[in-house]
């Protein structure tokens, strides 16, 4: 519309004026270029705020192009152009010049007035107190304010609030989260959502049952609430407290402070001012914007009048209409005074700290780094003018890549107390108070008052409900309230626990927990495993110490008669394997004591069944080493049982290796804890240590002792000197019994005695090969030293021989018989 209007002007100008030169806009060469669309000459008024904008945007690009040669140019449009019309034809040669390649605009910055239809294909960001891309508005910077407004309502022990507040995009994220928030931390009282009428919302306020109300928006509801007070004659709310979020800048407040919200509390957000920027917007060379016109209406605005610092209008006379004619560029310019009455100075000062500015600014430098790195990638070699350059294509890149443009501000908000004059002049005061701690050296909780700005001391209204119980305690609903904020409370029933903010309930304890009646918390279950210090642990572990001293006396006492008979016949390395063997499953008993813990509840049981596998391996690999030296024709084993009984004694512990790995890679024993009920302790064990790895693990070592029992039974005639077939025959029957009457119980998984039995296991398995197999041999060597020699080995092997081949004469003479009987028949 703006555009159609500048046109129709343009056509009904006087012939004469057409002849007449247009004063030029403000550019600045560059390989691309940035158009600046700022309305800063309305009809009635010199808009000063859109006049820093366009000293910022020009500001901005000045900076981005240090050390870099692709640049940013710009051309800005201020509507202050002189004479009438000019503005119209400025931007007819922008699009023109645009449109045939020659100078490219990469982006659109505006402010105050719609673009024309005709730049619709152009980027275009809207900058005011925000920012907005082709209609899309970025989420201004509340990342920082539910945080910094709880903080002041923990501080102020505020948790009883009314909720008043506006939808808008930007607001959308911040009220959903605050309305979360109820469930945590406070009570909502009320909630309202304003709709052009504040009526209800003064009505909320004054008779709500809270003394505080949270208003978020962006001052409609407060300007609708003024004149609705205005209209019930009200001038302010007695004992309630408005908190309003959030203040993007100080000059929003202009047009809706009055009387009545004076010592309203807000959420301001904190200024990042540009370095170097106020100096920039005072230095009288760079106040034309190009043309005499916009220079003589700034200073039209630039005169001397009281100031007070900190009032969001240090002076009134900003608002004072100064006509906008063809003459104004040749009009006497008054002198602006120097110090702090200067109204450029102090209303310069508050301006130049505007966050739009700085956002521009950082909007501008990334958008230049983002354009050159845009144009090396696609056009590396050409000139560096930007004739060539594909502009639908850099658009697409540009609109893919402004989220990251955006700046954040890291800290934005702090809280201030709105000090309102009898003449509606409006002073925002810091309170004393650390958002990001949430303490407060001044707050005085019992005289509710705190300090701001300046020393002066305010007084804050409580706003509180009990929204927790003592200890040991029910919450239960309060009646009165309306959305049940407060309760009384009630005593837990035995078996659990209150801490007092528990609804209508109190808490069950954990599985590894017990409380007595009433109790404010449960106590830590006594956790029981097998412990060293217990009596059946001292019993178990003095068994395995006596094994394993026994093992070692053994094996000293065969190293000490190595050279003995019934030594060497023990087998040599297979003797040494099965010594090693036993050593380690008496080792793995102590596994078992002690806290369980994942590594030891992972090698306990494969220790056990790699070290007895190796052991039941070698007793079977000597049985059968002894049957191939009787049975062979050459009185000794050949290659190939020699072969046979190597291969047994490496493979039976490997596959037992095997079977453990598969166990611990598929179905890992773990730590856990189980709870027997009605218990006041907890079991800690390991559990699927009795599941399928387990049930394989146990699997082949009965397959093991199986086939030492069945190559035991089959070499029970060889001489005793060579053939452990009695003992063996003894240890395996033993080692079934005790399994088969143990498993039963360790299915069951279950009960403080599964450690105790799996030792027992353990122990009895080994003692019975140890006892058994070495008992005999270790007495003859001690006690009867007669039999340990080469003559009675003989006379015994003889013995065996002789009544072999007796045996051996009787089965012939029987045959011979038979043939006899059949001849003569």
């Given amino acids: 519309m703006l555009t159609w ?47 820093v904008l366009a000293q910022a945007f020009r500001f901005a690009v000045g900076h981005s192009n240090v050390g870099r040669s692709i640049t940013l140019g710009y051309k800005l449009v201020t509507f202050c152009e002189q004479p009438s019309g000019c503005t119209a034809k400025a931007l007819e040669e922008i699009e023109r010049n645009h449109t045939r390649g020659l100078q490219i605009i990469v982006t659109i910055f505006f402010s105050g007035a719609e673009l024309p239809s005709s730049f619709k294909n152009i980027p275009q960001v809207n900058v005011n107190d925000q920012i907005t891309i082709y209609g899309n508005l970025f989420k201004r910077n509340y990342e920082g304010a539910l945080d910094s407004l709880m903080s002041l309502m923990k501080t102020f022990q505020w948790n009883l609030v009314g909720f008043i507040h506006s939808y808008r995009p930007e607001l959308k994220d911040l009220i959903e989260e605050f309305v979360q928030a109820d469930k945590r931390e406070m009570c909502i009282d009320f909630k309202h959502s304003e709709t052009f009428n504040g009526m209800p919302s003064v009505q ?70 540009l370095p170097g920027f106020l100096e920039y917007l005072l230095d009288m060379s760079v106040q034309d914007l190009g043309n005499t016109t916009v220079k003589a209406l700034f200073q039209k605005s630039c005169f001397s009048c009281s100031v007070k610092a900190g009032f969001v209008k240090p002076c009134k006379n900003l608002d004072t209409a100064v006509p906008v004619d063809t003459n104004a560029g040749s009009s006497a310019s008054p002198k602006c005074p120097a110090g702090p009455t200067n109204i450029c100075r102090s209303c310069l000062t508050s301006l130049a700290e505007l966050d739009p500015n700085f956002m521009m600014y950082s909007f501008i430098k990334k958008l230049g780094l983002a354009t050159e790195e845009m144009y090396r990638k696609q056009h590396p070699s050409l000139p560096r003018n930007g004739s060539h350059f594909n502009g639908d294509q850099f658009q697409e890149f540009i609109i893919a890549n402004y989220s990251p443009l955006a700046p954040v501000n890291q800290e934005p908000f702090e809280a201030c107390y709105w000090k309102v004059s009898e ?342 398995s080994s003692f019975s090969c140890l006892v058994f197999l070495f008992a005999q041999r270790c007495y003859i060597i001690l006690f009867r030293p007669n039999r340990n020699t080469t003559e009675w080995i003989k006379k015994s092997t003889y013995e065996y021989c002789q009544k072999v081949a007796e045996n051996a004469e009787l089965d012939l003479q029987f045959e011979s018989s038979i043939a006899t009987i059949h001849t003569s028949t």
């Fill in 5 to 51: 209007i500048f046109l129709a002007a343009l056509q009904l100008v006087p012939t004469y004026l057409a002849s007449q030169e247009c004063e030029q806009i403000l550019q600045r060469e560059g390989t691309f270029y940035l158009l600046g669309y700022f309305y800063i000459c309305e009809p009635t008024k010199f808009e000063l705020r859109d006049y």
């Fill in 204 to 273: 909320k306020i004054s008779t709500s049952k809270s003394n505080v109300t949270v208003v978020i928006d962006k001052f409609d509801n407060l300007w609708y609430m003024k004149k609705a007070m205005e209209k019930l004659e009200l001038e302010r709310f007695t004992g309630k407290q408005l908190i309003h979020c959030c203040i993007q800048t100080i000059f929003d407040l202009q047009g809706i402070v009055f009387n009545g919200f004076h010592g309203t509390l807000s959420m301001c957000k904190k200024s990042r001012p």
């Fill in 423 to 764: 003449d509606e002049e409006i002073e925002l005061l810091k309170v004393d108070i650390d958002l990001e701690r949430a303490t407060s050296e001044s707050f005085n909780p019992p005289e509710r008052t705190v300090r701001v700005q300046g020393g002066e001391t305010i007084t804050i209204p409580p706003s509180y409900c009990f929204r927790s119980c003592h200890p040991g305690e029910k919450a239960v609903l309060h009646r009165d309230l309306p959305q049940h904020c407060c309760y009384y409370c009630k005593p837990c029933k035995p078996g659990t626990y209150g801490n007092g903010t528990a609804f209508e309930k109190c808490w069950s304890c954990p599985q590894d927990e017990w409380s007595e009646t009433g109790q404010e918390f449960c106590s830590k279950k006594n956790i029981v495993y097998l412990l060293w210090s217990d009596p059946i642990s001292l019993i178990l572990i003095a068994l395995a110490v006596s094994g394993l001293m026994l093992t070692i006396s053994v094996l000293a006492l065969y190293v000490k008669h190595k050279g003995s008979p019934i030594v060497k016949a023990a087998g040599g390395p297979i003797f040494y394997c099965t010594m090693v063997s036993l050593l380690c499953s008496f080792v793995s008993v102590l596994l078992f004591f002690g806290a369980p813990t994942a590594w030891k509840c992972k090698i306990r049981m494969p220790a056990f069944g790699v070290s007895f596998a190796f052991c039941l391996a070698s007793v079977l690999a000597k049985s059968i080493w002894g049957l191939c030296a009787f049975t062979s024709q050459v009185g000794k084993p050949t290659k190939l049982q020699t072969l046979l009984y190597q291969v047994i004694l490496g493979a039976g512990p490997v596959l037992q290796c095997v079977i453990c790995c598969g166990w611990l890679f598929f179905e890992p024993p773990g730590v856990q804890n189980f709870y027997p009920t009605n218990q006041t302790y907890l079991i800690l064990k390991c559990f699927n240590e009795t599941k399928t790895g387990f049930s394989f693990l146990f699997g082949y070592l009965c397959f093991l002792a199986f086939a030492c029992l069945l190559t035991a039974i089959r070499g029970y005639s060889l001489p005793k000197y060579f053939s452990d077939s009695q003992g063996i025959c003894f240890a395996m029957m033993t080692i079934f019994a005790v399994w088969l009457s143990v498993m039963p119980v360790l299915d069951s998984g279950c009960g403080t005695y599964i450690e105790p039995l799996f030792v027992m296991l353990i122990l009895v």
